[in-house]
Nanobody, 115 residues
């Protein structure tokens, strides 16, 4: 079964940057929207950002101006550039792809922001 594979997480000091990537493990046809979600321990999974195949983006208020989502339709890859990271950004970041036949999810990549 095709899954999404995230990479790029890690540890960074406050104010630092990370770039997350998400790519399918196999072929997925007809992705019309990509999304990044995050889940901190004890919290629910929250939407961080989405981008449509046409390039329309949406951001959570808490990350607006600091995070940038982008995608490469030809490579079926989505990215999340995270700048000016804060300790409250610490979470597992999970990738999502929406198609007419259903959603695909990744396992997540850990992002830890601390000094």
């Amino acid at each position: 079964q095709v899954q999404l594979v995230e990479s790029g997480g890690g540890w960074v000091q406050p104010g630092g940057s990370l770039r997350l990537s998400c790519v399918p493990s196999g072929s997925i046809v007809g992705i019309y929207k990509w999304g990044w979600y995050r889940q901190a321990p004890g919290n629910q999974r929250d939407l961080v950002s989405t981008i449509t195949s046409g390039g329309r983006t949406n951001y959570a208020y808490s990350v607006k101006g600091r995070f940038t989502i982008s995608r490469d339709n030809a490579k079926n890859t989505v990215y999340l550039q995270m700048n000016s990271l804060k300790p409250e950004d610490t979470a597992v970041y999970v990738c999502n792809a929406q198609t007419a036949l259903g959603d695909y999810w990744g396992q997540g990549t850990q992002v830890t922001v601390s000094s």
